[in-house]
């Protein structure tokens, strides 16, 4: 079956622009949650969705904000963007809720800020 | 949340040799899941143990939950060169938190 697919791979953007990243999780699972890893601060938990609902929030800015729709798909979005926020966004699912089971990771999204 | 610390930061293995990675907790852990990433890639699920002094293994992985479900370790024996990568131990409170992960080369 299909993995967990991000899209785009790659994006640069620059300085006070907002992102959109996407996330299609694994046929099935309806559990989505978003990390951001960075050399320095490793993978940091963004936020969890289930069933269209934001379950838990990591310690992140209100920039960065996202969704879920009823397919499961997943959307997160930062605004007005800042240099520190270039990182690689993974986007991760699991079949039950929340995680405490095997979380299956998409490739990721590398954003780059200029 | 439950916060995970590993030990070391950096492996740098002989080929053949065996090594130890280290993830431990100040507070008792409602289980843990251990993940490998490899340059360039994404982390990928590899094991999760629930119980007090858990025991798995994976070929040459040996992964091991304390008695107290305080600390775990994963063991590699005579390592190769397919074992390059950064090996993360996460516990799941709520949320899954990751450990800083041991980063491993190996030396031909």
């Known amino acids: 079956k299909a993995g967990v697919t991000q899209t785009p791979r790659y994006l640069i953007k620059t300085r006070g622009q907002q992102v959109t990243l996407s996330c299609s999780p694994i046929s099935g699972h309806r559990s989505v949650s978003w990390y951001q890893q960075t050399p320095g601060q490793g993978l940091q938990f963004l936020f969890e969705?289930?069933?269209?609902?934001?379950?838990n929030k990591g310690n992140f800015p209100g920039r960065f904000s996202g969704r879920q729709f009823s397919n499961s798909r997943s959307e997160m979005n930062v605004s007005t963007l800042e240099l520190g926020d270039s990182a690689l966004y993974l986007c991760?699912?699991?079949?039950?809720?929340?995680?405490?089971?095997?979380?299956?990771f998409g490739q990721g999204t590398r954003l780059t800020v200029v | 949340g439950q916060q995970v610390m590993q030990i070391p930061q950096y492996q740098h293995v002989q080929e053949g040799e065996d090594f130890t990675t280290y993830c431990n907790s100040s507070?008792?852990?409602?289980?843990i899941q251990w993940y490998k990433q490899r340059p360039g890639g994404h982390p990928v699920f590899l094991i999760q143990l629930v119980k007090s002094g858990e025991v798995k293994k994976q070929k040459r992985l040996t992964f091991q939950f304390g008695e107290a479900k305080k600390n775990s370790s994963l063991h590699i024996t005579a390592t190769q060169t397919t074992d390059v990568g950064t090996y993360f131990c996460?516990?799941?409170?709520?949320?899954?938190?990751f450990g800083a992960g041991t980063t491993v080369t190996v030396r031909a």
């Open positions: 969705y289930f069933s269209e609902t934001q379950r």
């Open positions: 991760a699912s699991s079949l039950v809720k929340a995680m405490n089971t095997e979380a299956f």
């Open positions: 996460a516990s799941y409170d709520y949320k899954l938190s």
């Open positions: 507070t008792t852990l409602s289980n």
